[in-house]
Each structure stands twice: as C-alpha cells, then as structure tokens.
C-alpha cells in the first residue's frame, strides 16, 4: 500500500482543513487507517484512527469534538477533517495503514506510512 497525503497548508486559529491521504493499491478497504503528527523535536502523535470495517474510531483527547476521520472506500481515501484549528495543531501530518487493523494509537502498530503534509495554524 503506498500512501500520498495532502491537504495541508496556512490557516488562521478558529479555521479548518480537510487533510485526504489516497492509497494505492487494491487492498485499501481492507485497511485500519491513521492520522499521526509529528513537530520538530517531538515523538510522533496520535491523532485519529479508523478501523478496516469503518465500524471503530479513536481520536486523542485534544482533537476529540473537532477532528473527524473518514474513509471513502471507493475513491481509495481517507480524510481528516480539521475544525477550530488551535496554533498547537500545526504539525506534519502522517497517514498511515494496517491491513485488518482496528483503530490503534500505537505507531508501530502500522505498516505503512505516507510522507506527510505541513499543517500550519496562525494565531
């Protein structure tokens, strides 16, 4: 699976984006699908998560109420979308996938990974 993220760029504290990240491949569907982020000098960070089914989701407890994630099985993408965005979400965004995976927080517990996309959020 090879996974190309986009979406990202400049927005003001209070605004929103929709991150997409499309996979290739044809075993998509069957796919847990995730959103880390990651800023300089920092591990990793959770952010969403969507099990292969659809039917399980987790967020962070600091994007819960304004991140959704979502998955459009037959446009081989899933989305993340960004709600009163707050200057400590800016980030590199990464998504990220597991065949027949639930919705974990846990990097490694991805196989493979797209190569991000700049978030920047402006007070």
């Known amino acids: 699976v090879q996974l190309q993220a986009y979406g990202g760029g400049l927005v003001q504290a209070g605004g929103s984006l929709r991150l997409s990240c499309a996979a290739s491949?044809?075993?998509?569907?069957?796919?847990?699908m995730a959103w880390f982020r990651q800023v300089p000098g920092k591990e990793r960070e959770f952010v969403a998560a969507?099990?292969?089914?659809?039917?399980?989701?987790s967020y962070a407890d600091s994007v819960k109420g304004r991140f959704t994630i979502s998955r459009d099985n037959a446009k081989n993408t899933v989305y993340l979308q960004m709600n009163n965005l707050k200057p400590e979400n800016t980030a590199v965004y990464y998504c990220?996938?597991?065949?027949?995976?639930?919705?974990?927080?846990?990097?490694?517990?991805?196989?493979?990974w797209g190569q991000g996309t700049q978030v920047t959020v402006s007070s």
């Open positions: 491949g044809r075993t998509f569907s069957s796919c847990a």
């Open positions: 969507l099990s292969w089914s659809g039917r399980s989701t």
């Open positions: 990220a996938a597991q065949l027949y995976g639930g919705a974990s927080d846990y990097p490694t517990m991805y196989n493979y």
